[in-house]
Structures are given as C-alpha cells and as structure tokens.
T-cell receptor, first 114, second 111 residues
Framework: GAVVSQHPSWVICKSGTSVKIECRSLDFQATTMFWYRQFPKQSLMLMATSNEGSKATYEQGVEKDKFLINHASLTLSTLTVTSAHPEDSSFYIC??????????FGQGTRLTVV | GENVEQHPSTLSVQEGDSAVIKCTYSDSASNYFPWYKQELGKGPQLIIDIRSNVGEKKDQRIAVTLNKTAKHFSLHITETQPEDSAVYFCAASISGNQFYFGTGTSLTVIP
C-alpha cells in the first residue's frame, strides 16, 4: 500500500507553546488529507479535512484557530496546535487519500503537553 | 452526518477460533467501507475494504460482508492467531472522502 509518513512520532512541549506535526504522502499525490485525534482506548475522531491549496474544513466543535491546518502541496499537510495546553495531549493521526480511493494513515504523533 | 456503530467493544477468542465484528452505518450515501487494525501506539493499517457494489470480499483468513439494505457490514477473521490481537476499527466513507469510524473492538486471541 501507499506510504504516509508523519513526523514527529512523539513530542513533549510546555504549556502555551505551539507544536507542528507534518504529514507526508511519500509515493503518491494526496488530493485530500485528514486529521484525526484519538484519546486512549477510544476511536479516531475526525478533526478536519484539507484539500491541497484550499482552506481546511473543520468538524463541528474543533477550534480552527487552535488547530491550524495547512495543505500547501499534494504531498504535505501540517497541523499546528497553537498555545497548547495539557488537555490537548492526545494521539494525532493523519491520513492521505487519492481521489476516490482508500485513505492511508500515518503512524501517529503522541503529543504530551506539560 | 454519518454515524457508525461497532460491536462488540471487546472480544476474546481462543486461538484457532473465528472472530466476528459488526458495524452499522446511518448514511445510505456511504459506499466505501474499510476495516483497520491498530496496534498500540501506531496508526491504523488497512486490512480489507469493500465497496457498496459488492456483497462479500475475502482475503485469506479475513472476510468482510456488506448488507446495504440493512446498512451493516461485518469483519470475519478465521483461524485466529495471537498476532491478530489488536484494536479493529470499521469505517464508512462516501467515495473515499471523510471517513467516519466505529468505536473500535479490542480483540484478544488467547493462545
């Protein structure tokens, strides 16, 4: 299957700082990328959908000013958690999809805010 | 929006037995149904998928069935092995766009 690389795999940051997570599709061009959040022992919750070159579409209840998403190219999307707080600690997962086909997931980023 | 329900939340089977996980969805426009396996600390990995124009699909020990009328689909794992132990998620999607996930099933295969 296609390869989606997510970086970093884990990050610890101080409360109030911002953290950027990258999601890259390594061997295909992703028309759409998705960002999910997963709490321990829970399912993946879709946060936002982004298409290359356009603004991301956020799911209800997700603060767009806190979770900044940029999809600058067909192979790269970034999620920036701004002014992070301990309640933002979670497992963040991206996925990338070619038009109308299955999505492939990155390995996830474990964010811990202290 | 789409609502995907998944049962059971936990499942324990003896090695060699079969495991069945069931999901229902609410949006009749959904036409793509993948299943993912997630191991601890890792991202989900696609294990099998089915599209709405197919009723059943099989890949070695794994099979998926889809009933469009009833809006439910199931994952069947036969001859389970300890390495099958993981969390399994179903998902529903419209043409590979947003994916809505079930709540997950923690499968434990007892040697």
């Amino acid at each position: 299957g296609a390869v989606v690389s997510q970086h970093p795999s884990w990050v610890i940051c101080k409360s109030g700082t911002s953290v950027k997570i990258e999601c890259r599709s390594l061997d295909f061009q992703a028309t759409t990328m998705f960002w999910y959040r997963q709490f321990p022992k829970q399912s993946l919750m879709l946060m936002a959908t982004s298409n290359e070159g356009s603004k991301a579409t956020y799911e209800q209840g997700v603060e767009k000013d806190k979770f900044l998403i940029n999809h600058a190219s067909l192979t790269l999307s970034t999620l920036t958690v701004t002014s992070a707080h301990p309640e933002d600690s979670s497992f963040y997962i991206c996925s990338a999809a070619r038009q109308g086909t299955e999505a492939f997931f990155g390995q996830g980023t474990r964010l811990t805010v202290v | 929006g789409e609502n995907v329900e998944q049962h059971p939340s936990t499942l324990s089977v003896q090695e060699g037995d079969s495991a069945v996980i069931k999901c229902t969805y609410s949006d009749s426009a959904s036409n793509y149904f993948p299943w993912y396996k997630q191991e601890l600390g890792k991202g989900p990995q696609l294990i099998i998928d089915i599209r709405s124009n197919v009723g059943e699909k099989k890949d070695q020990r794994i099979a998926v069935t889809l009933n469009k009328t009833a809006k439910h689909f199931s994952l069947h794992i036969t001859e389970t092995q300890p390495e099958d132990s993981a969390v399994y998620f179903c998902a529903a999607s419209i043409s590979g766009n947003q994916f809505y996930f079930g709540t997950g099933t923690s499968l434990t295969v007892i040697p």
